[in-house]
């Protein structure tokens, strides 16, 4: 016998009560996205290799050692996306959506990376992303905030989810405040791991970042972007937290927060957890007045998140909530063509008068033990049934399943009363 082929490393296949609970939640974020007036943008998979390179910044981790990248039969360089935001700016400077415009954007998609495969952290995992152009006040970034907030609370896992924020200046601020913190970090040297002597000549930004328990406490000794930042980068923090506290929303400040990619300036945020095993973050985000014109556009701010769905799922699987789909009601009926071509007429009829309702049908061979087992394994709520008898009648007849009221038949008028009585 020949092995089963098995799926890529990292890569998942989701089924059963997950995808239950994955529906459930991209359900909910497009209604949210709806409910908060963004617009859905969906792109391509494959890009050019060129505009991650030219966007996330040559020395992140992404562009260094992440990327599924290929050649194609032409021998043009594409990768797979291993974020939204990038593609999301080229997308709109391509369709003419930036120029002088305001526009709020969601995605929800898959990204791909290749890193090493953990307890959160796949190859091919699902990120859903707000993407807002052409607004440069602090107003918006709570907007995003909000969001996330209800999104949280709407879920139920708000309790383990907590809110940082930071700043990281302008641009050209940053440098100066990088040269400090090289210089810094070189007068250390000695306390630093591989990585993050590499990331001296490289990102030292991203030092700040390292998730190596050892590097805690010289970390903690580092300068502090906060005493680096222009007027207009302090005054815009200053509003950014004040407008949170005015809707009492809780945030620390977390002067490390830096974010991997480059394009990021003043405001970064990200909501983290620790209830998922290591601290993790479930949602990152910031401002990206640059990236619009870094990509061939005319100056147009942007601020935008991304959260990983894949994270956000395990979250809501440590509640105690069933996210199945509940059937509301199953037809039953004698296995004959003419008995369940009537059977499938009927269930057609309930699904357009009540087409937020679930319909089972039974289909195969069957007798209504088999078939009454079957609405029982779907938790359906109201079994109807069609045999022969009722066939003949012009009738049909119900059942409230898991109650004592026995099986009734009714006529055709009847039987609508019956629905509309007990399926709401
Ligand atoms: P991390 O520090 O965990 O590597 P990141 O900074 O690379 O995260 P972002 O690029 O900011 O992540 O992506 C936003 C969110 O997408 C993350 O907060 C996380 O929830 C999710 N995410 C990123 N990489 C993965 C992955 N490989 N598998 C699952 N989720 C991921
Ligand atoms: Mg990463």
Same mark, same amino acid.
């Given at each position: 016998m020949q092995k089963n082929i098995q799926s890529v490393r990292g890569m998942r296949d989701i089924h059963s009560q997950d995808a239950a609970c994955w529906m459930y939640l991209e359900d909910s974020l497009k209604k949210l996205s709806n409910r908060y007036g963004y617009e859905y943008i969906k792109f391509p998979i494959l890009e050019k290799t060129a505009l991650f390179k030219r966007s996330i910044g040559d020395n992140t981790d992404i562009i260094e050692k992440e990327m599924y990248t290929f050649a194609d039969r032409n021998g043009d360089s594409l990768s797979m996306r291993p974020e939204g935001t990038a593609v999301c700016v080229r997308a709109g400077l391509q369709q003419g959506l930036l120029y002088n415009q305001r526009r709020k954007f969601w995605y929800l998609g898959s990204m791909f990376r290749h890193e090493r495969p953990q307890q959160g952290r796949y190859r091919q995992f699902e990120q859903f992303g707000l993407e807002v152009f052409g607004i440069s006040s602090v107003d918006v970034e709570v907007e995003l905030i909000l969001f996330c907030n209800r999104l949280w609370r709407e879920l139920g896992i708000e309790n383990v989810l907590q809110l940082n924020i930071n700043t990281i200046g302008t641009i050209e601020t940053r440098e100066e405040y990088k040269r400090e913190l090289v210089s810094f =970090?070189?007068?250390?040297?000695?306390? @630093?791991?591989?990585?993050?002597?590499?990331?001296?000549?490289?990102? !030292?930004?991203?030092?700040?970042?390292?998730?190596?328990?050892?590097?805690?406490?010289?970390?903690?000794?580092? !300068?502090?972007? @906060?005493?680096?930042?222009?007027?207009?980068? %302090?005054? $815009?923090?200053?509003?950014?937290?004040?407008?949170?506290?005015? @809707?009492?929303? &809780?945030?620390?400040?977390?002067? &490390?927060?830096?974010?991997?990619?480059?394009?990021?300036?003043? &405001?970064? =945020?990200?909501?983290?957890?620790?209830?998922? +095993?290591?601290?993790?973050?479930?949602?990152? +985000?910031?401002?990206?007045? %640059?990236?619009?014109?870094?990509?061939?556009? $005319?100056?147009? !701010? +942007?601020?935008? =998140?991304?959260?990983?769905?894949?994270?956000?799922?395990?979250?809501?699987?440590?509640?105690?909530?069933?996210?199945?789909? %509940? &059937?509301?009601? =199953?037809?039953?009926?004698?296995?004959?063509? *003419?008995?369940? *071509? %009537?059977?499938?007429?009927?269930?057609?009829?309930?699904?357009?008068n009540y087409p937020d309702k679930s319909i089972m049908i039974y289909t195969g061979n069957g007798n209504f033990k088999k078939q009454f087992k079957e609405a029982d394994k779907y938790k359906a709520k109201v079994a109807v049934i069609l045999g022969d008898k009722e066939f003949k009648n012009d009738s049909i007849s119900a059942k409230i399943l898991n109650d004592d009221t026995s099986q009734t038949m009714y006529t055709m008028q009847e039987f609508d009363r019956f629905l509309h009585n007990n399926l709401v």
């Open positions: =970090f070189r007068d250390n040297i000695d306390s @630093l791991d591989e990585d993050s002597v590499r990331r001296l000549e490289t990102n !030292p930004l991203r030092i700040l970042d390292s998730k190596n328990p050892n590097l805690k406490d010289i970390i903690s000794r580092a !300068p502090s972007i @906060l005493d680096y930042l222009d007027d207009g980068s %302090k005054e $815009h923090f200053i509003e950014l937290k004040k407008m949170l506290e005015n @809707l009492k929303i &809780t945030y620390r400040v977390k002067p &490390t927060l830096v974010r991997g990619l480059d394009y990021y300036n003043d &405001t970064v =945020f990200e909501w983290s957890t620790d209830s998922l +095993g290591a601290k993790s973050e479930v949602c990152a +985000g910031g401002r990206y007045d %640059k990236l619009v014109s870094l990509l061939g556009g $005319h100056e147009c !701010p +942007g601020v935008g =998140f991304a959260m990983g769905l894949d994270r956000i799922v395990s979250l809501m699987q440590q509640i105690d909530v069933n996210y199945n789909q %509940k &059937t509301d009601l =199953f037809v039953i009926s004698d296995d004959i063509l *003419s008995v369940r *071509s %009537k059977a499938m007429e009927i269930a057609e009829g309930i699904r357009s």
